[in-house]
């Protein structure tokens, strides 16, 4: 009996010290992906709380390095090179460090990220880039810190750092036009007819030489005359409708119309007949 109750005793004291208690993070990990043109971004942090305190110029001082977050470093990832204030930076991850001031803040991109909040020994030959931002005031506290991406287009977006009752904007801006225009000119050499399909609306949509889109979405068009398609017969009218030529807008969209009818696409049905409507067609 005494054997048992020891092998028993041994046992729980043996559980005891290998099992862990599992409890909720202080400042719990966070992970957002965002595409920006063509260009992937990531930002890794952990995300601490007021928790009653005072932040900037009381539990971040003023003046001085913050890690801009909590635990291992704020981490930012671009896919591809981009722009910042001017300054093209190479693509990677990168620290965000940040400087709090009660006017303006500056914006750090420091390129070792491998440290646990503020470097040992801060290494100036590894600042990327360094901007001086104005933080904005907001109506209400933000409980937790937050980063976000904000004003998203095809060629830049901003990082918004939030915390306290500031709002801090990083913008950054992405080549999306030069790598889609790189594209366009490679493909251009012997385009499909979705090459020329693509390309136009990509020329539609980023505002460029509108008659440069009209030639490439008229030859898509022709290129795939024998089994026609309503989705490229809307870009013709949109394009054709942007550069004046209503007469024409309106022809492809009637043709739009019926095919779009015919495949049961009620979407393009709809989007065909408004058009055609505001250019008086209908």
């Not at 060629?155 to 790189?182: H, Q």
């Amino acid at each position: 009996m005494k054997k048992i109750m020891l092998t028993f005793f041994v046992a729980t004291i043996t559980f005891a010290l290998n099992a862990q208690i599992e409890t909720p993070a202080p400042s719990p990990f966070q992970k957002t992906e965002q595409k920006v043109g063509l260009t992937d971004v990531t930002v890794e942090y952990s995300r601490p709380s007021m928790k009653g305190r005072k932040i900037f110029g009381g539990l971040e001082d003023y003046g001085k390095v913050w890690r801009t977050g909590a635990n291992e470093n704020t981490k930012l990832t671009f896919s591809t090179d981009f722009m910042v204030d001017g300054n093209m930076v190479k693509k990677g991850t990168y620290a965000l460090y940040t400087i709090p001031g009660k006017n303006t803040w500056d914006i750090v991109l420091y390129s070792d990220a491998t440290n646990w909040g503020n470097p040992a020994k801060w290494d100036e030959s590894k600042v990327a880039v360094k901007v001086r931002v104005t933080p904005i005031e907001m109506p209400m506290d933000i409980e937790t810190f937050t980063i976000t991406f904000d004003d998203l287009t095809n060629n830049s977006a901003v990082l918004g750092i939030m915390w306290e009752n500031v709002y801090i904007p990083f913008k950054f801006e992405v080549p999306t036009d030069k790598m889609v225009s790189n594209s366009i000119s490679k493909i251009m050499s012997g385009p499909s007819a979705n090459d020329m399909y693509g390309a136009a609306v990509y020329y539609l949509q980023a505002d460029k030489d509108i008659n440069q889109a009209q030639e490439w979405i008229d030859k898509a068009v022709e290129m795939t005359s024998a089994k026609p398609r309503f989705w490229y017969l809307r870009q013709q009218s949109l394009i054709h409708a942007k550069a004046g030529k209503t007469k024409s807008a309106i022809a492809a969209a009637k043709k739009s119309l019926k095919y779009a009818k015919e495949a049961g696409n009620m979407g393009y049905v709809k989007m065909n007949k408004t058009s055609l409507k505001e250019w008086g067609a209908i």
